[in-house]
């Protein structure tokens, strides 16, 4: 079903019409003013919308109507990262119990104002399970902005009883995209089926699978395999890769084929990481003949033969899997590990494609940042580290490692050495930090 994108500007401008609140600007700040004279800090950019201010945040009005009209029927709706709370309003006028939850607490101040016909909670009540058991949800370009979109739609299947369902709409990804702090990732069809699969729920239908927003109705499952899919990830985050196998064993039996498929890729995951390949690849095998429009079958194969030696052959798989799915970070990475060892001038390119998928991740971070140094691009290194450091995750003394090579690169020798001693702060005993420590003091 396409976006109804000619009804976006309509329905914005009757919600910014109908709310009571204007905006006033300082010299530093701006502020929302409501009509009882509360004024409230906002921020004109792309983590949020607010009625009637133009920003870099896409409109989102339309899909909480048609959220509000999907969950007719349900009494407790939480609207999950709820931002400004123009959504959170539009569903609290159909519907009877609505909690909206943001981790900032000037959007939550914003929202109690715009809506107070709902309650508003922090994501802290969330996340240690506060809010009480909900019976629908509501989930609007959130999960492309958290660091684990699999671990938010856990917490999130904890507070829905079976069956209840959920409404999610993400950033439709596509190659070449540029993702700036906070968005993190952007998505395909297969890709937000697969989180979701992965997270004990299931896609019912499509409402919109183009445009700029892919928008689906899943629900809630009540599966023994997708449970155990969820048990063998929490095992192998905790290094019980034991566990995770017995449970993925089960998962693998399931009778849902994608909860099959994950399981598969999950066992695959496991094997190489024990550089046990013969593993690996039947596994990989068995999710190929589940899910043949599935690029990380193809993707992981591509990896098996290229830890191999067999280069040509990694290069076929890659870019069949880059085929079925251009936004999947694991075939474009692979393409990148083969392009770099089969056509060196092209692996620039891939890597900036790479990191362009997911500029939050580390690895792909240094390696574009390593190519662009080989091609004495220093700005361009600089460019993509400031970019992975603005989202603000904790990378040890690595990021400052990568900065500090980049910032010599660029012959800002004090700026290489601030990073390089915030590196031996991080890391003093590694040898790598302290060598690059004395040969920027030399």
Excluded at 71 to 88: F, I, M, N
Aim: glycine share 8%.
């Amino acid at each position: 079903m396409n976006q109804p994108s000619e009804s976006r500007p309509d329905r914005e401008a009757f919600s910014a019409a109908a709310t009571p609140v204007s905006y006033v600007e300082s010299r530093r700040r701006l502020f929302g003013r409501f009509s009882d004279g509360s004024l409230v800090a906002v921020e004109r950019n792309r983590a949020r919308s607010y009625p009637g201010l133009a920003s870099e945040s896409p409109p989102t009005a339309p899909i909480y109507e048609v959220a509000a009209c999907e969950l007719a029927g349900a009494r407790t709706v939480v609207d999950l990262g709820c931002g400004s709370g123009l959504g959170t309003r539009i569903l609290a006028e159909t519907l009877p119990s609505v909690v909206g939850i943001d981790a900032d607490d000037n959007a939550l101040d914003f929202a109690r104002l715009l809506a107070p016909a709902a309650r508003f909670e922090a994501a802290g009540v969330f996340e240690s399970g506060g809010v009480g058991a909900m019976d629908g949800a509501v989930v609007v370009d959130v999960l492309g902005h958290v660091e684990s979109a699999f671990g938010m739609l856990l917490q999130l299947r904890t507070c829905l009883a079976p069956g209840s369902r959920v409404v999610l709409a993400e950033a439709s990804g596509y190659p070449g995209q540029s993702l700036r702090s906070p968005a993190r990732r952007a998505f395909s069809v297969h890709s937000l089926a697969a989180l979701l699969a992965a997270s004990s729920f299931a896609v019912r239908d499509w409402i919109w699978d183009d445009g700029t927003f892919l928008a689906c109705v899943a629900v809630a499952v009540d599966d023994g395999g997708a449970d155990a899919l969820v048990e063998g990830t929490r095992a192998t985050v905790a290094g019980d890769l034991a566990a995770a196998i017995r449970s993925y064993r089960i998962a693998g039996v399931s009778p849902r084929p994608e909860v099959q498929r994950e399981a598969q890729l999950s066992l695959a995951d496991i094997h190489l990481a024990e550089r046990d390949g013969d593993a690996a690849c039947r596994a990989y095998f068995r999710a190929r003949d589940i899910d043949p429009t599935d690029a990380r079958p193809l993707a992981g194969l591509a990896q098996v033969a290229l830890a191999m030696g067999h280069v040509d052959d990694a290069r076929v798989l890659c870019t069949k899997a880059v085929e079925l799915d251009p936004v999947d970070v694991s075939a474009a990475g692979v393409l990148a590990m083969t392009l770099e060892r089969s056509a060196p001038d092209q692996a620039l390119g891939a890597w900036r494609a790479v990191n362009n998928l997911a500029p939050d991740n580390l690895q792909f971070a240094a390696r574009l940042s390593e190519a662009a140094l080989r091609r004495s691009e220093p700005t361009l290194a600089l460019h993509v580290l400031e970019r992975l450091r603005s989202y603000g995750d904790d990378h040890g003394a690595a990021l400052h490692m990568a900065m500090a090579s980049a910032l010599q690169a660029a012959g800002r020798v004090l700026d290489a050495r601030l990073e390089a001693r915030m590196a031996l702060a991080r890391a003093p005993q590694e040898p790598s930090v302290v060598k690059l420590c004395r040969e920027l003091q030399t």
